[in-house]
C-alpha cells in the first residue's frame, strides 16, 4: 500500500539554523510527493511538489528532492526563521484520478529567535 | 488561486445534537471534495470522498450513518456528525479537486472546522 512516515518532532532550532526534515514513502507506481505547511490557527498550505524523480521543489527558501532510490523527500532549509514556526505535513499521491492525498503525521518545527 | 471555505470555523454543541459543516469551493467548480479528520498532534485522516451528484466514497471505520456527507453541487459538500458525543471533538478539514486536473496536486483545502461536542 501507500503510506508517508516522516520523522518525529517536535523539531526546536534557533533562528537562522539550518532545517532537515526526514520523510520516507512507499507507493506503487509514480507517485508524486507534497509538502505542506500548517501555521498556527490555519489551514493547510502547499509548501513545495515534485512530481516525478530526480524533480526539485523548492518555495519560500525551502527544497525537497524526489530521491526514488531512496524513496525519499526530505525537506531542507538554509536558514530558519521564527515565522517557519508551524506543522509540516509530508504527503503524495498515487496520481490517480480523483484520488486523495496521503498524509504522513506531520513534523512541528519551533524556531526561537 | 482557488480558495475553498469551511463554515463554521468554530462550533460548540452538546452531546446528542447533530452538527453541518459546509465546504465551499469559491472560485472553482470542484467535482471532487474530500473531508479529512485531524486529531491533535496527528496526521490527517481521510473520512470520506465526496463526487457531485452520488453517493460519498467512506473509508474504512468511518460510519457513513454517523458522518453524512451530501455534494450537491459543484461548489459544495457538507458534512453532517449526527448525534455527536464527546470523541467527535476534533478538526475537520475539507479539500476540493479542481476538474479535469486529474491529479491530486490540485487539491485546495479549507481552513478547517474545530468541532467541539460536550
Known amino acids: 500500500g501507500n503510506s508517508v512516515t516522516q520523522m518525529e518532532g517536535p523539531v526546536t532550532l534557533s533562528e537562522e539554523a539550518f532545517l532537515t526534515i526526514n520523510c520516507t514513502y512507499t507507493a506503487t507506481g509514480y507517485p508524486s510527493l507534497f509538502w505542506y505547511v500548517q501555521y498556527p490557527g490555519e489551514g493547510l498550505q502547499l509548501l513545495l511538489k515534485a512530481t516525478k524523480a530526480d524533480d526539485k521543489g523548492s518555495n519560500k527558501g525551502f527544497e525537497a528532492t524526489y530521491r526514488k532510490e531512496t524513496t525519499s523527500f526530505h525537506l531542507e532549509k538554509g536558514s530558519v526563521q521564527v515565522s517557519d514556526s508551524a506543522v509540516y505535513f509530508c504527503a503524495l499521491t498515487p496520481n490517480q484520478a480523483g484520488t486523495a492525498l496521503i498524509f504522513g503525521k506531520g513534523t512541528t518545527l519551533s524556531v526561537s529567535s | 488561486g482557488a480558495v475553498v471555505s469551511q463554515h463554521p470555523s468554530r462550533v460548540i454543541c452538546k452531546s446528542g445534537t447533530s452538527v453541518k459543516i459546509e465546504c465551499r469551493s469559491l472560485?472553482?467548480?470542484?467535482?471532487?471534495m474530500f473531508w479529512y479528520r485531524q486529531f491533535p498532534k496527528k496526521s490527517l485522516m481521510l473520512m470520506a470522498t465526496s463526487n457531485e451528484g452520488s453517493k460519498a466514497t467512506y473509508e474504512q471505520g468511518v460510519e457513513k450513518d454517523k458522518f453524512l456527507i451530501n455534494h450537491a453541487s459543484l461548489t459544495l459538500s457538507t458534512l453532517t456528525v449526527t448525534s455527536a458525543h464527546p470523541e467527535d471533538s476534533s478538526f475537520y478539514i475539507c479539500?476540493?479537486?479542481?476538474?479535469?486536473?486529474?491529479?491530486?496536486?490540485?487539491?485546495?483545502f479549507g481552513p478547517g472546522t474545530r468541532l467541539t461536542v460536550l
Open positions: 472560485d472553482f467548480q470542484a467535482t471532487t
Open positions: 479539500s476540493a479537486n479542481t476538474p479535469g486536473q486529474g491529479f491530486s496536486d490540485t487539491q485546495y
